[in-house]
């Protein structure tokens, strides 16, 4: 019955319905649901760990409720978000209700598409990566799929890793270096997949080429449906969900540093590369995306088997109120920096 808890992973679909149903300040009901409610929730509640014995995590790991929890999503999602635009597009809204749905549809993308395509991207099974690149369509981000696995996973904590954050780097200047980096590195591993296979750039291998038809036809269809006005609101929601994403991204690697070794390659990814929380409500939301330095440490993992390292640096606080709290970088920086585990042995090349 304690695995139930993962239902709490659709609070942010149903604070998001509430969005689009709604009038007035409830068309807010997902960001005050994200970043008042939950940073509350997590204060009061306490956190807590439980160990699992070889024979309980290979039965969690086969147990396909936790799949179907993930699987889910998708039509929530698409269905959530295909009324969304409706009601963005129909012309009765106020300007302030029309920004509250906006934010409360970029918040489902970043948690429950972006998120959820995350995990299942770390998957063997090929349809199991078939959703997760539809799941980052409307996020207008496919390219993360091969970033995320052949670029980031590799070179995390180091300078080559654009979705590493630098110590004292403010999350606005990140914004713009790791979306940009990412997409230009995204191409270089293209490239690379496509050289090692002996493949041209036309070649239907070229996973890049059918990210950018595949967006373009999804921003073409809200053009055929609402007009200039549905591609508007899809692109900005979309922009809002990655940003969130690279938000998440600048809190949990903030600052770490992998060392560099005598033979020009980097040490091994260790649990203390990834800034870990084991705050109990952002964990369920987010479906353990929180136990990162774990997640870093063995990417192939289910999220339902996934540990609190207690080794690993901790966030003060869950992923909304660090999300908050790196939006006013003086702030970010005097709570943070002193937390950053020094290591006199290798260059803080990250400053």
Same mark, same amino acid.
């Given at each position: 019955m304690s695995d139930l808890k993962y239902l709490f %992973?659709?609070?942010?679909?149903?604070? &998001?319905?509430? $969005?689009?149903?709604?009038?007035?300040? @409830?068309?807010?009901?997902?960001?005050i649901y994200a970043f008042i409610v939950i940073p509350l929730l997590e204060l009061l509640l306490n956190d807590f760990d439980i160990s699992y014995s070889d024979a309980k995590k290979e039965k969690r790991v086969n147990n396909i409720f936790f799949d179907l929890l993930l699987y889910f999503n998708i039509p929530f999602v698409f269905g959530i978000l295909c009324y969304g635009f409706y009601i963005l597009n129909s012309g009765v809204l106020l300007n302030y209700e029309t920004?509250?749905?906006?934010?409360?549809?970029?918040?489902?993308?970043?948690?429950?598409?972006?998120?959820? %395509?995350?995990?299942?991207?770390?998957? &063997?099974?090929? $349809?199991?990566?078939?959703?997760?690149? @539809?799941?980052?369509?409307?996020?207008?981000y496919m390219h993360f799929y091969l970033e995320h696995n052949f670029g980031h996973h590799k070179n995390v904590a180091t300078p080559e890793d654009p979705a590493t954050s630098r110590l004292n780097q403010s999350v606005y200047h990140f914004w713009v270096t790791s979306v940009f980096n990412q997409y230009l590195n995204a191409w270089r591993i293209q490239n690379r997949l496509l050289k090692k296979e002996n493949k041209g750039f036309l070649s239907f291998k070229n996973d890049m080429m059918w990210y950018t038809l595949f967006q373009t036809a999804y921003l073409a269809i809200w053009v055929i449906t609402f007009g200039t006005t549905g591609l508007f609101f899809a692109i900005i929601v979309g922009i809002l969900s990655f940003v969130f994403l690279e938000t998440i991204n600048y809190i949990e690697h903030y600052g770490l540093v992998r060392k560099k070794l005598p033979s020009g390659r980097y040490e091994r990814v260790q649990t203390h590369h990834s800034w870990n929380s084991n705050h109990i409500i952002g964990r369920i939301v987010l479906y353990e995306l929180t136990r990162h330095s774990d997640h870093h440490f063995k990417a192939s993992k289910k999220y339902q088997i996934l540990e609190n390292k207690k080794e690993s640096p901790q966030l003060p606080f869950g992923y909304p109120t660090s999300i908050l709290l790196s939006l006013v970088p003086p702030l970010w920086f005097l709570i943070m920096n002193s937390r950053i585990p020094e290591d006199k042995s290798n260059p803080i090349f990250l400053k």
């Open positions: %992973a659709y609070s942010i679909p149903l604070a &998001t319905l509430l $969005s689009v149903f709604s009038s007035g300040m @409830l068309t807010y009901s997902a960001p920004i509250g749905i906006i934010l409360s549809l970029g918040i489902l993308l970043a948690t429950n598409a972006i998120n959820v %395509a995350h995990e299942l991207g770390h998957r &063997t099974s090929q $349809s199991e990566r078939i959703l997760s690149k @539809l799941l980052l369509l409307p996020c207008l």
